[in-house]
Each structure stands twice: as C-alpha cells, then as structure tokens.
C-alpha cells in the first residue's frame, strides 16, 4: 500500500478551504489532515499533526503566512510548503523563494495547476527515496520537479507532457535501459507511440539510442540516459 502525504491546508476562507479538501481527498496520494484558520491554529495543527506537506495562505486573521513560513524554515524537519496566497508583490515572492517554499500559486488559482504542482510533488519525493547519495543528474532533477510549471504548448505535436514526465520518470533509476517496446508495455502505450516519445528524448539531449544485437532476429534500437 502506497504511503499517504498529510497534507494540513492553512485558509481562513472558508470556501476556499473547503474546496482544497474536496480536492485532496480525490487524490489518492495526499490525505488532508486538518485546516487552520489562523496563524496560531497552524502552529498547533502543525506540532500535533505533523503534515509533511502545508497548503499555506499569507493574509491570515493574526498574522501573515510568511512570516510563520519563516518560523518554520528556522526549524529543523520543517514541513514542505506550496504557497497558495494573494500576496503577488515582489518582496513576499522572494522571501517564500528564500524560505524554499516547493511552489508558489497566485489566487484565483486554477485546479490544474495545482494538480500539476502535486505531481511533480511526487516525483520529487519518489527521487529523494530512490538513492542515499546522488550524482549531478539526480540533482538537476530534484531541481527540475521543483521548477515552476511547464508550458506544455511549447511541446510538438504528438507529445504530451504528462506522457513524457512518465517515460523521464523511469529513467530516473540508474542504468535503465528500454526498447520500443518495453516501453510501452511498462507504461501502456503503443510501440509507435513510445518510439516517437524515445525518439523526441534523444533529439532533445536527454537521452541516446544504442543498437543492441541479440541471438535472434533483428537488431534492436535501445534508449539509455546519457
């Protein structure tokens, strides 16, 4: 059974709240622990509950988001914070950038932006689990997962950019090796469609094609990290 993320929402808006939590309870990921309507029921929530992940508003009724972000960046095994707030000036965007929030969404907020805010959630933590010590590549991916969204109509046609996170995804453990083929069975997607996502990957630079020539039948074009 997959573990489940904790997430505590921090909102004084009622409907607002309400709303996060009908959407994290349709995600099969995260589970929303509670929701505090003030600075100090944060607090608390947060010593009792410990979230391990905090929906997190800046104008609250007693105090203002950032600067209990900033509390909670001074303490060790702080909880991972997306920044959901009004707050578009400059200077509360660089100190949420600074307190090293994951990401920072702008109200009135979209569903699918924060959705994909939660997958690359998802994948960061998958990676921090995969190895103790890394290497260049597996930094610049954690990097990559916290990087702010992606603009998927900057892709070719024919490439979707939940498809290619997937297939990037895999090829996050070391030395993996596909074929056409067992690519799209892995991830349920046809050998043409899977050759065309190998082919986009190698002319991109994130990957190399090597021809793999085996006992039997024709040789087969295998897709590795560089």
Known sequence: MMELID????????????????????????????????????RSMIRILKPKLIFLDNFLPDGKGIELLKELTAQNQAPDVIFITAASDMETV??????????????????DRVQDSLDRYLKYMSSLRACDNVNQRHVDELFNFQAKYQHLDMLPKGIDGLTLDKIKELYLADAVSFTAES???????????????????VASGYLEAQIKHGRVGRPERTYQRK
């Open 183 to 201: 690519l799209g069975k892995e991830i349920g997607i046809s050998k043409t469609t899977a050759r065309r996502y190998l082919e986009y990957c």
């Open 7 to 42: 997430v505590l929402i921090v909102e004084d808006e009622a409907s607002i709240a309400d709303v996060h939590c009908l959407y994290l309870k349709q995600m099969t990921r995260f589970r929303p622990v509670g929701v505090a309507r003030n600075v100090a029921e944060a």
């Open 94 to 111: 660089r100190e949420a950038v600074r307190c090293g929030v994951f990401d920072y969404l702008l109200k009135p907020i979209a569903y």
